[in-house]
Nanobody, 121 residues
Framework: QVQLVESGGGLVQAGGSLRLSCAAS????????MGWYRQAPGKQRELVAA???????NYADSVKGRFTISRDNAKNTVYMQMDSLKPEDTAVYYC???????????????WGQGTQVTVSS
């Protein structure tokens, strides 16, 4: 089994910053891409940012220049620094990781439980 444990959400005023963390643990052979998604009330879950095991990144247009994703491969942990937060960033943020649990198995997606980020105006 693989678990993704998130931390770092909370309430912040517009213009403020938060840093999310997500650690993968369990029976892990290799972690491939890791990323953050978010889901606001009444909206579909959307990709916010992702990073490959080699460090290549991509971001949603709405967060480019404000959010920075990074990872520590030795710790199987992904981070997302969120600066200049806006009320429209309010959502539940979910960590995602593509994990291979054995060399003979295909990687599959795992999800964290979600962490609430609320930005007040």
């Amino acid at each position: 089994q693989v678990q993704l444990v998130e931390s770092g959400g909370g309430l912040v005023q517009a213009g403020g910053s938060l840093r999310l963390s997500c650690a993968a643990s369990g029976s892990i052979f290799k972690v491939y891409a890791m990323g953050w998604y978010r889901q606001a009330p009444g909206k579909q879950r959307e990709l916010v940012a992702a990073i490959t095991s080699g460090g290549s990144t991509n971001y949603a247009d709405s967060v480019k220049g404000r959010f920075t994703i990074s990872r520590d491969n030795a710790k199987n942990t992904v981070y997302m620094q969120m600066d200049s937060l806006k009320p429209e960033d309010t959502a539940v943020y979910y960590c995602n990781a593509e994990v291979q649990v054995g060399s003979w198995l295909r990687p599959r997606d795992y999800w964290g439980q979600g962490t609430q980020v609320t930005v007040s105006s």
